[in-house]
């Protein structure tokens, strides 16, 4: 089974010569301690603790898994340890702020260095990938008690983080929660409901869980207008931080799922919970956006992770394994057959997994500078500098979480494919990975419910189209300079004007259809969000082969000319053979509302 290696060296081409990270740095406040020596070292030492001690924990978690018994939680074994060399290394507080024990480095070093540990042991990175988003609505919405009781043991890793959300009869739809909060003389409040499918909702590797949760006050408004929240401890906590009795939150099950099996999903009830208001009544769920969106950037890395680690494991099979004779004929004739990776069809699947990684990494890591510049105007109060970067990175949230699930999806699933009938089976790792990313596309918000947000919240309602304009501005700003090139950039970046131009005549065509007929918007989302998908990558793929070409051409490039020469030829793949998908999800996205909605509900059934 093949053993994850962190991608260093283009996780280095992408931060010091792609996206010019040292340059970022150093204009952000935050930013003066992120050296390239220091962003250097903190790659290095987050890639060993990935590839020595989280990668030879993911097999053996899967198979084992978590256990329940008389209430308490375990991890598989090895976790605990896990946990506290990650804990010890100082690794959760990376980018928090100083004033709670954090070393107040940008976000995006966080980003990088969960991008890594996803790839490692996504189940494992769930535990403390969970307590991100509490510590980051803990800064943003909590009282100073609640912050010095709270944020020193959680940005620490000390105590872990949860999300409770989701209940049995909603996980979309939150307006239909029904768990209560009721009000008690001494401020507090008593929780009582049952919240399912709680990620890392309970386990062995924390002192204690601190449950960020979504509940209803007595009398509240019906709908997602009545909803609050909540911090809810797993064990009270005094004023001056000192762990207490065990509250009323216990642990009703864990499920059994298809992956991530390593991960305790919970089924949490929640029986006289004692808990603290968190923000004003009724406004939970904006402040709950906060954890989501954190969220949301979390999960498009499992896009990333799982399509990287599919294509390690994928790679050395297709070079060691062999296979009839080449096409073109032999190309290893001491052998028995050529290896795998001489026919062309494998090479289409290593190089869509190859594109996807890449690619998606190197979206994240451009929507990795607005978030630290958000998170630094967040942190600052600098409303208005917030509310800027907040729908800059609104517009690429959907399109990373939704586009880079789906594509991460179908990387893990190639490879399996380039290991035919060995892949299916648990030996290679490579099944495990295939189940591992199914869920990134089913939590944090669908497919689906990601697309309305892209089209119907942010471009139709929320900006009529102008952030894609706006987005656009950006591409052609790159792609005309480069539009008369004679070489491979020049054809990217002429493509890329006219995909500009398409995507706003989608935007402004759907905008007209919708108007008349409201189910428009609803049957063009998934294919509009996959198509912003792809252009998207598109620019991201042109803008790295566009440095790969100038620094080949230079050689004053860190890496080798094979290197730069591979990544322009991914990005001539990447151009050839996936963005033409974008003219089936423009033609579908398209399609008339009736397409779709004209059958009558009853005449679905055939049988
Ligand atoms: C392993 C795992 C871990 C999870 N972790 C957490 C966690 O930590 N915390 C938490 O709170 N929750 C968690 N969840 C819950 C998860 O976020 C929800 O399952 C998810 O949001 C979908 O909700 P649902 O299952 O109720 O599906 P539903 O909301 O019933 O949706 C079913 C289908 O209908 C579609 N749909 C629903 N409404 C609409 C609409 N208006 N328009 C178009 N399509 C629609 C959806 O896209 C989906 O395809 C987890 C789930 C799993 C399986």
Redesign the pocket.
């Known amino acids: 089974m093949h053993q994850y290696k962190a991608p260093l060296r283009d996780m280095r081409f992408l931060i010091n010569e792609v996206l010019d990270y040292p340059a970022h740095y150093s204009s952000l406040p935050n930013g003066a301690d992120a050296t390239p020596e220091m962003v250097d070292a903190i790659l290095e030492g987050a890639a060993t603790l990935c590839e020595e001690v989280l990668a030879p924990l993911n097999a053996s978690g899967d198979k084992e898994g978590c256990h329940l018994n008389d209430g308490v939680v375990t991890t598989p074994k090895g976790f605990k340890e896990a946990y506290a060399q990650f804990v010890a290394g100082g690794w959760q507080g990376l980018s928090f702020p100083e004033e709670y024990g954090g070393q107040g480095l940008p976000m995006s070093l966080n980003l990088f260095k969960s991008e890594m540990m996803g790839a490692a042991n996504w189940a494992f990175t769930m535990y403390p990938g969970?307590s991100i988003g509490c510590i980051n609505t803990l800064l943003q919405y909590g009282t100073d008690s609640i912050k010095s009781r709270y944020l020193p043991r959680l940005v620490s890793g000390e105590w872990s983080g949860?999300?409770?959300?989701?209940e049995p009869q909603?996980?979309?739809?939150l307006g239909q929660i029904k768990t209560r909060a009721e009000p008690q003389p001494n401020g507090s409040y008593v929780l009582t409901g049952t919240?399912?499918?709680?990620?890392?909702?309970d386990h062995d590797l924390a002192e204690n869980i601190i449950h960020i949760v979504l509940a209803r006050l007595p009398g509240a408004p019906a709908g997602t207008r009545g909803i609050s929240l909540f911090v809810v401890p797993k064990f009270a906590v005094a004023a001056d931080g000192t762990v207490g009795a065990r509250n009323g939150v216990n642990t009703g099950s864990l499920?059994h799922?298809m992956g991530?099996s390593a991960?305790a999903?919970a089924v949490l009830n929640f029986e006289g919970a004692i808990g603290t208001l968190i923000g004003e009544p009724n406004k939970g769920l904006e402040a709950m956006f906060t954890f989501m969106n954190t969220a949301r950037i979390g999960t498009a890395i499992q896009g990333v992770a799982h399509a990287e680690l599919s294509f390690q494991g994928a790679l050395p099979y297709a070079q060691e394994r062999r296979s009839m004779r080449a096409l073109s004929g032999k190309k290893e004739p001491d052998q028995v057959a050529d290896a795998l990776i001489w026919h062309p069809d494998v090479r289409r699947m290593l190089l869509t997994q190859k594109a996807v990684a890449e690619g998606g990494r190197a979206m994240v890591y451009a929507a990795a500078q607005i978030a630290d510049k958000m998170f630094l105007a967040a942190q600052t109060g600098d409303q208005a500098a917030y509310a800027k970067f907040d729908n800059e990175l609104g517009f690429y949230t959907p399109i990373l979480k939704g586009f880079l699930t789906e594509m991460g999806l179908e990387a893990a699933n190639l490879g399996m494919q380039v290991f035919g009938g060995h892949g299916y089976i648990g030996e290679h790792g490579m099944e495990q990975i295939a189940r591992d990313a199914r869920?990134s596309t089913?939590?944090?918000?669908?497919?689906?419910?990601q697309a309305?947000d892209l089209l119907g919240r942010k471009v139709l309602l929320g900006s009529k189209g102008k952030c894609v304009r706006d987005f656009s501005g950006t591409v052609l700003r790159f792609a005309k300079p480069h539009a008369l090139n004679r070489g491979p950039i020049g054809g990217m970046a002429r493509t890329l004007v006219r995909r500009t131009a398409q995507w706003n005549l989608l935007t402004t065509l759907i905008m007209l259809r919708a108007s008349k007929d409201r189910e428009q918007v609803?049957s063009s989302s998934v294919d509009y969000l996959m198509y912003s998908g792809f252009v998207m990558m598109g620019y991201f793929w042109a803008l790295q082969a566009a440095k790969a070409t100038e620094l080949l051409a230079s050689g004053t490039g860190k890496e080798s000319a094979e290197f730069y020469t591979a990544k322009i030829q991914t990005a001539e793949f990447y151009f050839a053979r996936l963005l033409p998908r974008a003219d089936a999800h423009y033609s579908a996205a398209l399609a008339p509302a009736r397409s779709v909605m004209q059958m009558k509900a009853s005449s679905f059934l055939m049988a």
Do not use: A, W
Not at 170 to 173: K, M, R, S, W
């Open positions: 969970l949860t999300m409770c959300l989701t909603c996980g979309t739809d919240k399912i499918f709680i990620s890392s909702g499920e799922k991530i991960n999903t869920i089913l939590y944090e918000g669908t497919t689906g419910i309305l609803g």
